[in-house]
């Protein structure tokens, strides 16, 4: 039995998002600048877009699998998940980059000090 999608044009936004998160996350591996938890969130989000895209009635599935009765209400359910798994990790980032700059300002300002102590060392010296 022959499935006939009917694809929109907001099929191919979440194409072409989805393919930007897969491009996004080989960006990321190639420069080795990023984590691999940023990766496999990209990738997924990316691969899941793709899927929703290809794959319009993929959501009907899902309902059936979650026992809902609407594709809408299996829709929100998916959607409100990534976006709490999303928003639980960037927090996550911002609280280790709270962190790091916190030790990184303590660091300069020790530098500082040092610093400052050595000129006037080197100032004391010059006097005498």
């Known amino acids: 039995m022959a499935m006939v999608y009917d694809y929109s044009l907001v099929n191919l936004l979440a194409l072409v998002v989805g393919i930007a998160f897969l491009f996004n996350g080989y960006v990321i591996v190639r420069s080795e600048r990023e984590s691999l938890e940023l990766f496999v969130m990209s990738l997924l989000i ?10 319009p009635n ?4 899902v309902a059936n699998v ?7 209400r299996a829709i929100l ?3 409100n998940l990534t976006l709490f798994v999303a928003v639980t990790y960037l927090l996550n980032r911002i609280g280790h980059m709270y962190d790091r700059l916190s030790r990184l300002n303590e660091e300069l300002s020790l530098l500082r000090s040092e610093l400052e102590e050595q000129r006037i060392d080197f100032e004391d010296r010059q006097d005498d």
Request: a neutral charge; hydrophobic letters at 70%.
């Open 46 to 55: 990316g691969a899941g877009l793709i899927v929703v895209a290809l794959v």
């Open 58 to 61: 993929v959501f009907q599935l």
């Open 66 to 72: 979650l026992g809902l009765e609407l594709k809408a």
């Open 77 to 79: 359910v998916i959607s």
